[in-house]
């Protein structure tokens, strides 16, 4: 058991430094490699294996078709929403403004 939380936290971005790591393993041929090189491939090709993702299943998506979707598409295609958008000197200043609002403290036991 305090293996497999290693290795959860391994996988989850956490140290490797004390995980034992396997010594031996069986390849994609079904021999069995004790050659660390072939161990780290062998090991790396199963965690692919084992976390490919395929792509989803092409298919009909009719609401796409519906009216209100049709007017959807009109309208976003009429005015486009751009990204990243300029901003201006005003803008961050404004943004300075609301943030210096938001820092005020609060009173009462409701925070208001």
């Known amino acids: 058991m ?12 956490g140290c490797t430094k004390r995980m034992v790591l ?3 393993v069986n390849s994609r041929l079904g021999e069995i490699v004790t050659d660390p090189e ?3 491939n062998a090991t790396c090709e199963y965690l692919n294996d084992l976390y490919h993702r ?11 078709n519906s009216p209100r979707m049709v007017t959807v598409r009109q309208r976003v295609e009429l005015n486009p929403f751009r990204w990243p958008q300029e901003a ?14 938001l820092q005020v403290p ?7």
């Open 2 to 13: 305090h293996d497999r939380k290693k290795m959860w936290a391994a996988l989850n971005g």
């Open 22 to 24: 396997p010594t031996a």
């Open 38 to 40: 072939e161990v780290k």
């Open 54 to 64: 395929d792509q989803p299943p092409r298919m009909e998506k009719p609401w796409l």
């Open 88 to 101: 201006s000197l005003g803008d961050f200043r404004a943004i300075e403004a609301i943030n210096a609002q």
């Open 106 to 112: 609060m009173d009462g036991r409701n925070g208001v």
